[in-house]
């Protein structure tokens, strides 16, 4: 089982940016697609973000514009940029591998990490 562990979360005023790190525990993190989750109060867990082994990408329309996956497979390291931070990007963002069927992500099976929390104030 993967261990996960997000950072980089923090309060910051809207237009602001932010980096969030997730450190994956697992021998063959270059070849895992890795996702960016987030989970505001009351709603659904949405993904965001996605990035393959080969750095291929997708994002959300929520985030798309400014935001940016990236990895870093030296360091077992999944990046989220965020820029012009909203009041509405609010919510505990969480890293996880996911899977694609072709059509669609989803998580792998597992625990997921603790997360970190982003708050954006207007």
């Known amino acids: 089982q993967v261990q996960l562990m997000e950072s980089g979360g923090g309060l910051v005023q809207a237009g602001g940016s932010l980096r969030l790190s997730c450190l994956a525990s697992?021998?063959?993190?270059?070849?895992?697609?890795m996702g960016w989750y987030r989970q505001a109060p009351g709603k659904q867990r949405e993904l965001v973000a996605t990035?393959?082994?080969?750095?291929?990408?997708n994002y959300a329309d929520s985030v798309k514009g400014r935001s940016t996956i990236s990895r870093d497979n030296a360091k077992n390291t999944v990046y989220l940029q965020i820029n012009s931070l909203k009041p509405e990007d609010t919510a505990v963002y969480y890293c996880?591998?996911?899977?694609?069927?072709?059509?669609?992500?989803?998580?792998?099976?597992?625990?997921w990490g603790q997360g970190t929390q982003v708050t954006v104030s207007s």
């Open positions: 990035i393959t082994g080969g750095g291929r990408t």
């Open positions: 996880k591998p996911v899977r694609s069927d072709g059509s669609s992500w989803s998580p792998d099976l597992g625990s």
């Open positions: 697992t021998s063959i993190f270059s070849f895992i697609a």
